[in-house]
């Protein structure tokens, strides 16, 4: 069995780095001109609107082996209370969020929106026979088609629920409300289709096809959450790559967060630990921007510095590709973000120190007297000076052996 396990993990090693070389090498040999390849930060975003339908099936298989779908879910069960993400794409952090929502109400809903499909398709048969007759079509109690699909029977229920301790407890760490932003409309669309089929009749829920650094329009959720102050928690994942200013974004979303509890979450990649793995990102990301509209080897960690925001935590995955941030605006307390030449000056004292050398020790002839029982001795005469009263050199043992030998002798 051991055997076995070694012999899968060698073949997994060869492929990797025979995929390695072989990229590597067809991107340092591929001419920018001949394939019309982008240059580096050039706005690529356009090309979600044309990979959309195809965008799940392509990523899946990587996320499931890099472990990513774990870490968006890890990621999107942090957030509570009114949440907004940005660069939503075909949705795939929203069944991962902790909403106020139960099976029973997914069977409510889901039952509600069943008869009123049907209610509509047998209104539509009996306006169709109506017309081939000329006769008036049969009598229908009226019924209000027009509702909203939140069920009344979850209403009712919510209304009737009492909340005990627990109940309080889960609902301050759940989604109050969601706020969805992406530039790309096919993409909200998928996703708009997939929350409505997992979460039929949640209504706390708002799509917005724009970019991330316009202004929100007004809503009543959007109204809400500005006279609370801002978003509890923003999310952000795989978005940094696309936009053209990364920096602006972060700094537009650091004024929509809350600015006392507020929390941006951040899944991005981009530049690993090694220089092998950068040089390898930076021949390929012009081809990889082109295919899948994203600069995979930017600076994330340099990005959110430049932002002004201060990082919480930040965990490296994938050879340090794959960035996990915690981060949150800066406040007052935190002073002002420090610029280039200040975070430099503790590196030139440093140096300064490093490559001073030590001031070479004065022979014994021209050492100070120590002698401490004379008048007006400084005490700084033995601070910086290693004086051996007695035998210079020797060691405390050296010098004890010596005094009794000097004994016997006498």
Known sequence: ????????????????????????????RADPATENLPIQDADVSQTYDTIAHSFDKCVASSEVLGLV???RRRLAQQAKGN??????GTGRNMKYYNLDYT????????????????????????????????AEAPYMPEVDIDLPLNSPWVEERSKAKEL???????????????????????????????????????????????SALDHLPSSPITDAVRRQGGYDYILQSMGLCSTPEPVQLLKHLSGLAHPDRGKILLLEHGKGYWNWMNRYLDTTAPRHAKIHGCWYNRDIGKIVEDSGLVMESCKRKHFG?????????????DGPAKTQTETEKPTKALSQLVIEEPKEKPDVAEQPDTNTNKPGLASQAWTGLKVVTGIAGLKEEDVGRDKKRSKKDD
């Open 103 to 134: 099976w029973s109400d997914w069977y409510a809903n889901t039952q509600y929106a069943e008869l009123r499909r049907r209610k509509i398709e047998h209104e539509a048969k009996l306006k169709a026979i109506a017309s081939e007759t000329e």
């Open 69 to 71: 779908n774990w870490r």
């Open 1 to 28: 069995m051991a055997s076995k396990n070694y012999f899968i993990a060698g073949g997994m090693l060869a492929y990797g780095v025979t995929s390695y070389y072989y990229s590597y090498a067809s991107a340092v």
């Open 83 to 88: 949440v907004l993400e940005v660069s939503v």
């Open 321 to 333: 590709t794959l960035w996990i941030i915690e981060a949150r605006p800066r406040r007052d307390a």
């Open 164 to 210: 005990t301790r627990t109940d309080l407890k889960e609902k301050a760490n759940r989604v109050n409300s969601l706020t969805f932003v992406d530039l790309s409309a096919p993409m909200v669309d998928i996703a708009r289709k997939k929350f409505e089929h997992k979460y039929p009749g949640y209504g706390a829920v708002q799509f917005f096809t724009q």
